[in-house]
T-cell receptor, first 116, second 114 residues
Framework: AQTVTQSQPEMSVQEAETVTLSCTYDTSESDYYLFWYKQPPSRQMILVIRQEAYKQQNATENRFSVNFQKAAKSFSLKISDSQLGDAAMYFCAYRSAGDSWGKLQFGAGTQVVVTP | DAGVTQSPTHLIKTRGQQVTLRCSPKSGHDTVSWYQQALGQGPQFIFQYYEEEERQRGNFPDRFSGHQYPNYSSELNVNALLLGDSALYLC?????????????FGDGTRLSIL
């Protein structure tokens, strides 16, 4: 069974600064997908960024980028030029490529606090 | 284009009661998954429905059951409620033919057990 670990319960960042959230996972599979989801107080899970394990290039979406280290089983999220609207709970999630039904395995989450 | 909608938004029950939560998937989606998110934790997969059948199930007891209707909407039923069932219940939908495309989530139902 796969496990996803987020070791930082909370991270604080000032507006316009950069923050990096860590995520490690344990799997014996070679093909899988990784995601970062954002959950604001409104509770809805919003997809931030995704990475296919077979791709060596790190995914980027505007101010959000990842550092995917397959050998180390590490998948960190960098938020650049932080904005007040980035304040939320961030979850790292794993999906096996062999699972056609798409079950997601989530970490415990990291609370991001943005200060003016 | 309506996203995933869940009802009710908040529900209060007492131990031993039964509850039904509802979910309408995003337009064009045919697969519905349910997750339980306890306070301060990440979501845990409960089960998934496609073509009105349960296709995959997580590590949850039989007290948790579900249903999917021909219009793809889904229900989550929990019997004999326990205090530990207090959580946010999230519904997520996807379109099976789109393969690995990520799931879309609703705003959840907050279930409180007294």
């Amino acid at each position: 069974a796969q496990t996803v670990t987020q070791s930082q319960p909370e991270m604080s960042v000032q507006e316009a600064e950069t923050v990096t959230l860590s995520c490690t996972y344990d799997t014996s599979e070679s093909d899988y997908y990784l995601f970062w989801y954002k959950q604001p107080p409104s509770r809805q899970m919003i997809l931030v960024i995704r990475q296919e394990a077979y791709k060596q290039q790190n995914a980027t979406e505007n101010r959000f980028s990842v550092n995917f280290q397959k050998a180390a089983k590490s998948f960190s999220l960098k938020i650049s030029d932080s904005q007040l609207g980035d304040a939320a709970m961030y979850f790292c999630a794993y999906r096996s490529a062999g699972d056609s039904w798409g079950k997601l395995q989530f970490g415990a989450g990291t609370q991001v606090v943005v200060t003016p | 284009d309506a996203g995933v909608t869940q009802s009710p938004t908040h529900l209060i029950k007492t131990r031993g009661q039964q509850v039904t939560l509802r979910c309408s998937p995003k337009s064009g989606h045919d697969t519905v998954s349910w997750y339980q998110q306890a306070l301060g934790q990440g979501p845990q997969f409960i089960f998934q429905y496609y073509e009105e059948e349960e296709r995959q199930r997580g590590n949850f007891p039989d007290r948790f059951s579900g249903h999917q209707y021909p219009n793809y909407s889904s229900e989550l039923n929990v019997n004999a409620l326990l205090l530990g069932d207090s959580a946010l219940y999230l519904c997520a939908s996807s379109r099976r033919s789109q393969g690995w495309q990520p799931q879309h989530f609703g705003d959840g139902t907050r279930l409180s057990i007294l």
